[in-house]
């Protein structure tokens, strides 16, 4: 078993979660804690609720860009934000 990286294998729905949630979370501040390791936190719970998208690492910003403007997308990614915010603020790691 050779577990090589040269495919560049890329979830495209890592950058596209991190933006909806810059947009629609950071910069209103309407988290109650908005320090690093709840937003990292939030971010990666919402990914694993979040089905994959992978493509290869060139796929380029314009097929993310694409992606990241459909709205069924972007309301299925709001949804799970929505709840591991709640999640985290419930419980939040510090
Ligand atoms: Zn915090």
Partial sequence: MFFSRDLSIFNVMEPI???IFEDNYVKTGI???D???CQLDIILLALNHVPPHYTSSQAGEAYIKALYM???LQ???LRELTKAAQIIEENPNH
Avoid: A, G, R
Wanted: charged residues 25%.
């Fill in 17 to 19: 979660v991190s933006n």
């Fill in 31 to 33: 988290l109650k804690c």
């Fill in 35 to 37: 320090c690093q390791k």
């Fill in 70 to 72: 459909e709205p069924q």
């Fill in 75 to 77: 309301s299925d990614v």
